[in-house]
C-alpha cells in the first residue's frame, strides 16, 4: 500500500521560499498514470489544489499560484518537492502531499503545518 509522508520547516518568514518534501513507500512516482500533488488548507478555508507533476515529469500548476509554484521530483530517492516563493501570511495552511489518479484522490499524507510568520 502506497504512503506519503511530507516533511519540511513548520515556520516560514514572509518573502521567503516555502520548501517541502513527500517520500512515497509502497509504490513509484513514475509509475504510469498516476499524477503526484500538492494541495493546502488554510485556517477556515476549503482545500485549494497547488499542483502536480505527472508520472513522465511534467508538471501543472494552479494559475492563481503559477508565479510562484515550483515542482520537481528526485526519481533515486521517490520523492517530490513543492517550492512556493515570495509567500506572505495568506500562504498559511496545511500541506498535503497525494497521489491522483484518473482526476481523484487516491493517497495522501497526514499533512504538515506551515505557518508564514516574521
Known amino acids: 500500500q502506497v504512503r506519503l509522508q511530507e516533511s519540511g520547516p513548520g515556520l516560514v518568514k514572509p518573502s521567503q521560499t516555502l520548501s517541502l518534501t513527500c517520500t512515497v513507500s509502497?509504490?513509484?512516482?513514475?509509475?504510469?498514470?498516476?499524477?503526484w500533488s500538492w494541495i493546502r488548507q488554510p485556517p477556515g478555508k476549503g482545500l485549494e489544489w497547488i499542483g502536480h507533476?505527472?508520472?513522465?515529469?511534467?508538471?501543472y500548476y494552479s494559475p492563481a499560484l503559477k508565479s510562484r509554484t515550483s515542482i520537481s521530483r528526485d526519481t533515486s530517492k521517490n520523492q517530490f518537492t513543492l517550492q512556493l516563493s515570495s509567500v506572505t501570511p495568506e500562504d498559511t495552511a496545511v500541506y498535503y502531499c497525494a497521489r491522483v489518479l484518473h482526476y481523484a484522490l487516491d493517497a495522501w499524507g497526514q499533512g504538515t503545518q506551515v505557518t508564514v510568520s516574521s
Open positions: 507533476i505527472a508520472d513522465g515529469g511534467i508538471t
Open positions: 509502497g509504490g513509484s512516482i513514475t509509475t504510469n498514470y498516476y499524477y
